[in-house]
C-alpha cells in the first residue's frame, strides 16, 4: 500500500467479534508482508509476516491473508479484545536488498464493549 | 523476539541545537537499522537506510547534512538531527533488520520550541 495517509480508516468492533483489516499493495514484485500494530505514542509492533509464495499463515489469534491475484493482504483477528485497539499497517518490501518496507495509511481499530 | 531500544523516548530543544536519538539493537546484531518519521495520524516515512559501517542511504527529499545518521556498530545506529526547527518537531522511531523481520524502537517525540 502507499503511505498517502492523511487520515486514518477506522474499523470499529464490538468486543468478542472477529476483525478483518483489509490492506491493497501495488507493487507486484513485492515478495514479502508484515503486519504491525501500534499503540499510541509507541513504536510498531511486529504480528505476524508473509511470504509471496504462500496464501495464508496463522498465528495466535490471528491469519494473514495473500491474494496476489489482487494484490491484498488481510488480517484477521479472532475474538478482537479491548487490547486489540491500536493502529495497523501492512508493509511490504519489494525485494529490496536492504530489506526496505513501504507502508500502508494504517487502520485504526477501536474495539467497543 | 528481538528487542530494539531507543532513547531518548522524548526530547525537548531549543530551535537552532541539535539533538540525537539513538537506537540499539539488544539481543541481535543488525548490519542494517531503518530511521523513519511519523506525523500524527499518518504512516511511517522512511528517511534512510544505515548500514553498519558505511554512508547512510537517504530518501528522495531527506537532507542527509540536517539528517546525521552513524551507525558505527553491529548494535547501534544514531540520528543526529542538526540545527533543530520547530518544524522538525515529529515522532522518529527506528527499526533493526533480523533475517527478513524488522523490529522497532519505541520511538522518540521530538519537541522543537
Known amino acids: 500500500g502507499e503511505s498517502v495517509g492523511l487520515h486514518l480508516p477506522t474499523l470499529s468492533v464490538q468486543e468478542g467479534d472477529n476483525s478483518i483489516i483489509n490492506c491493497a499493495y501495488s507493487?507486484?514484485?513485492?515478495?514479502?508482508f508484515i503486519w504491525y500494530k501500534q499503540e499510541s505514542g509507541k513504536g510498531p509492533q511486529f504480528i505476524i509476516d508473509?511470504?509471496?509464495?504462500?496464501d495464508k499463515r496463522q498465528g495466535q489469534r490471528v491469519t494473514v491473508l495473500l491474494n496476489k491475484t489482487v494484490k491484498h493482504l488481510s488480517l484477521q483477528i479472532a475474538a478482537t479484545q479491548p487490547g486489540d485497539s491500536a493502529v495497523y499497517f501492512c508493509?511490504?518490501?519489494?525485494?529490496?536488498?536492504?530489506?526496505?518496507?513501504?507502508f500502508g495509511a494504517g487502520t485504526q481499530v477501536v474495539v467497543t464493549p | 523476539g528481538a528487542v530494539v531500544s531507543q532513547h531518548p523516548s522524548r526530547v525537548i530543544c531549543k530551535s537552532g541545537t541539535s539533538v540525537k536519538i539513538e537506537c540499539r539493537s539488544l539481543?541481535?546484531?543488525?548490519?542494517?537499522m531503518f530511521w523513519y518519521r511519523q506525523f500524527p495520524k499518518q504512516s511511517l516515512m522512511l528517511m534512510a537506510t544505515?548500514?553498519?559501517?558505511?554512508?547512510?542511504?537517504?530518501e528522495q527529499g531527506v537532507e542527509k547534512d540536517k539528517f546525521l545518521i552513524n551507525h558505527a556498530s553491529l548494535t547501534l545506529s544514531t540520528l543526529t538531527v542538526t540545527s533543530a526547527h520547530p518544524e522538525d518537531s515529529s515522532f522518529y522511531i527506528c527499526?533493526?533488520?533480523?533475517?527478513?523481520?524488522?523490529?522497532f524502537g519505541q520511538g522518540t517525540r521530538l519537541t522543537v520550541v
Open positions: 527499526s533493526a533488520r533480523l533475517d527478513l523481520r524488522a523490529f
Open positions: 507493487n507486484s514484485a513485492s515478495d514479502y
Open positions: 508473509i511470504r509471496s509464495n504462500m
Open positions: 508493509a511490504e518490501n519489494n525485494g529490496d536488498s536492504w530489506g526496505k518496507l513501504q
Open positions: 539481543d541481535f546484531q543488525a548490519t542494517t
Open positions: 544505515s548500514n553498519e559501517g558505511s554512508k547512510a542511504t537517504y
